[in-house]
């Protein structure tokens, strides 16, 4: 049993750094393209709009055995859909402040770069 420990912890490790390591290079690349991409302005409306929440759980701090309970965090990303005078519809990330402030029906300009959000103004 105790081998299978010794050969398994190594093997897990170099996954999960590999998996941080790839996130890390994948950012990377998205951000090099989108500074590539050239800023477009072009007329949208508001299609949609969802938020992604994701919970988190952490033993509480210097309670390595868990035995006292957890405290949960959550972080909230935030999409809004755009459609534009083609038809085409995309999907970009905006901040917690845009998105409360756009509606679903707003028409306007959109300006983005690459898959960036970067303004939008209702006309």
Request: glycine share 8%.
């Amino acid at each position: 049993m105790f081998m299978l420990f010794e050969y398994m912890f190594p093997i897990i490790f170099v996954i999960v750094f590999g998996m941080i390591i790839f996130q890390f290079v994948t950012g990377i690349r998205t951000r090099h393209k989108n500074n590539q991409s050239p800023r477009l302005s072009v007329s949208a409306t508001i299609v949609a709009k969802r938020e992604n929440i994701t919970y988190h759980s952490h033993a509480n701090a210097g309670d390595l055995s868990g035995a006292h309970g957890f405290h949960s965090t959550s972080s909230t990303s935030y999409y809004v859909t755009f459609q534009v005078e083609s038809g085409d519809r995309m999907e970009l990330q905006v901040s917690g402040r845009e998105y409360g402030m756009l509606a679903e029906g707003d028409i306007g300009k959109l300006t983005f770069q690459g898959t960036r959000y970067l303004s939008f103004e209702r006309v």
